[in-house]
């Protein structure tokens, strides 16, 4: 494991996060967090503030880029903001999401893509959706040295599929293939398991179950860990705030308010103030005004 000057500085140290750090917590009894993160700055403070992994979540195209769901969201605009990500990104792992249609097509393509994370855009995971049906998938990426972080119950990239974004697992039948699906990635190789929008009974199963942690969101306390999206969690989403989602900061309010200030200052010429300012030296000042009054 590489040691890293902490990025808060102060002499503090911490330890980059690896995947087989990540395994090792779990046997630990020791939480995973893991929050989304889109572009370089957000990048820094979530890493400075010492979360674990950070996920270019596919979210992108809802909470940054305005779509309805996640599934207009490109290969191309993945790998842009996964770059930006992976500059701001000291210590956390970094997981890029698979977009739709980057890997349900065939296993050599999305290979390809998966690839394309880990050059072009400094991935060191990447995530897929699916349980039972992305075994050969993962089976491939994993052999090819690419960490898989899988994600069952509410599969966004289902959504069609689903009738929307609802509690999965609610019936008897539906938590048993919850729990096929959590075994299957296991046994394909996946390092980790998102667990999405499902009863807390079931994700503490499928967590007893498996050696490689869960991480759940709207899935209850017994996950091995937990993932917000960015914007639920400080508070910038436009949509319906999720059941699951604690908010720890208002900053739609709190930037409104920076802006309207903005537009109240210049319009009342208050800003910008003298200190704002930058002034010619007076020797200038003075051959500058004698010119110009010429
Ligand atoms: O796209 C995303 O942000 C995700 C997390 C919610 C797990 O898949």
Known sequence: MTTLPHPQGAGRETRKVTVPAILARKPRGEKITCLTAYDYPTARLVDAAGVDIILVGDSLAMV?????NTLPVTMEEMLHHTRAV????????????MPFGSYQLD???????AIRFVKEAGAEAVKIEGGEKRLDLILKLVENDIPVMA???????????LG?????GKT?????????????????????LVLESIPA??????????KIPTIGIGAGPACDGQVLVWHDLVGLSFGVQPKFARRYADLRAELGQAVRRFVADVTTGSFPAEAETNRLSPEVRERWLARSSR
Not at 86 to 97: M, N, S, Y
Request: net charge negative; charged share 20%.
């Open 64 to 68: 940054v880029l305005g779509h309805e």
């Open 86 to 97: 992976h500059r701001g990104t000291q210590r956390a792992l970094l997981i890029a999401d």
């Open 107 to 113: 296993p050599n393509q999305a290979l390809v893509n």
């Open 151 to 161: 994600h069952i119950g509410l599969t966004p990239q289902s959504i069609h599929a």
């Open 164 to 168: 929307g974004f609802k509690l999965q």
């Open 172 to 192: 008897l039948a539906a938590a048993e293939q919850l729990l096929r699906d959590a075994r299957a990635v296991e046994a394909a190789g996946a390092f980790s």
């Open 201 to 210: 009974e079931v994700a503490e199963q499928i967590t007893r179950e498996l």
